[in-house]
Nanobody, 119 residues
């Protein structure tokens, strides 16, 4: 069973920063596109950012210039650095490994980590 292990969520004041981490099995990390999604209460899950094996990144407009996704190939870990946090960033954040365009045609989710931004 594939496990994506997230850490780094918590409570932070508006304007503050947090860094999320997601540890990924090597065989998944080396092939799949890695991403972060979030889901706020009463809303649909949405893509925050993703990063390809080669390091190409993609961001939701709402987080551009504030969040940075990165991957550490030596540690098989993907990060989401979140700066200038806003109240509307409050959500459960999920790590995602997307292999739907690989020969495996599957994907995996982490258990989610809560990020709460207070005023």
């Amino acid at each position: 069973q594939v496990q994506l292990v997230e850490s780094g969520g918590g409570l932070v004041q508006a304007g503050g920063s947090l860094r999320l981490s997601c540890a990924v099995p090597r065989r998944i990390f080396s092939i799949y596109v890695m991403g972060w999604y979030r889901q706020a209460p009463g809303k649909q899950r949405e893509l925050v950012a993703d990063i390809s094996r080669g390091g190409s990144t993609n961001y939701a407009d709402s987080v551009k210039d504030r969040f940075t996704i990165s991957r550490d190939n030596a540690r098989n870990t993907v990060y989401l650095q979140m700066n200038s946090l806003k109240l509307e960033d409050t959500a459960v954040y999920y790590c995602h490994a997307d292999g739907r365009r690989t020969v495996f045609k599957d994907d995996y989710w982490g258990q989610g980590t809560q990020v709460t931004v207070s005023s």
